[in-house]
């Protein structure tokens, strides 16, 4: 059973800074993939951040420089490490793996960016 837990998010001021958790169950991170994807109001989800089971990452270009993929392997914990804050950052987060073929979601995370 695959089961992520994302935590950590909130309301920030613009130029804050937040640290997002995902908790996983039923994955092996030093082998899958780990994901953090976003969805603001009326858009569809968007690929933000990944990192490999052998820790290479991606960033998508409007996040490159702010944030920060990184992963506790022993733990089961994956991390958003979230910089300089953008009004245009404001969507639900979500934590994203692939196992067997298809993808597993968990319920995501709200991050409001606003003064």
């Known amino acids: 059973q695959v089961q992520l837990v994302e935590s950590g998010g909130g309301l920030v001021q613009p130029g804050g800074s937040l640290r997002l958790s995902c908790a996983a169950s039923?994955?092996?991170?030093?082998?899958?993939?780990m994901d953090w994807y976003r969805q603001a109001p009326g858009k569809g989800r968007e690929l933000v951040a990944r990192i490999s089971g052998g820790s290479n990452t991606n960033y998508a270009d409007s996040v490159k420089g702010r944030f920060t993929i990184s992963k506790d392997n022993a733990k089961n914990i994956l991390y958003l490490q979230m910089n300089s804050l953008k009004p245009e950052d404001t969507a639900i987060y979500y934590c994203?793996?692939?196992?067997?073929?298809?993808?597993?979601w968990g319920q995501g995370t709200q991050v409001t960016v606003s003064s």
């Open positions: 994203h793996t692939f196992l067997l073929g298809r993808g597993y």
């Open positions: 039923g994955v092996i991170f030093s082998t899958n993939l």
